[in-house]
């Protein structure tokens, strides 16, 4: 069992900076693959961001490439999200997710690729 804490979300201005973490419980983090998603009122949950049990292997999404960046410290069992240049459709609830990881990779973008759920922060971008 895995328990996941999301912080850092709030209010920024349109081309402000959050970065959002994620703290898991249990001894077996580092196996784990971890993602972060996010949802909008009124749409379907999206994936963000995704990385390997290693942080070898990373895939954002492309809305979010160039802007977004995730890492993970296997040491304190965190996961985080630095969210550069944000932009208002950037605003949702973000989620980090997690899943035992037997591929070392990334590529899994689907709500239903993730076991594991937290509650949610929410982040709201004004124009």
């Known amino acids: 069992q895995v328990q996941l804490v999301e912080s850092g979300g709030g209010l920024v201005q349109a081309g402000g900076s959050l970065r959002l973490s994620c703290a898991a419980s249990?001894?077996?983090?580092?196996?784990?693959?971890m993602g972060w998603f996010r949802q909008a009122p009124g749409k379907e949950r999206e994936f963000v961001s995704a990385i390997s049990w290693s942080g070898g292997s990373i895939k954002h999404a492309d809305s979010v490439k160039g802007r977004f960046t995730i890492s993970r410290d296997n040491a304190k069992s965190t996961v985080y999200l630095q969210m550069n240049s944000l932009k208002p459709e950037d605003t949702a609830v973000y989620y980090c997710a997690a899943a035992q990881d037997y591929s070392g990779s990334s590529n899994y973008p689907r709500p239903y690729d993730y076991n594991y759920w937290g509650q949610g922060t929410q982040v709201t971008v004004s124009s």
């Open positions: 249990g001894r077996t983090f580092s196996s784990y693959r």
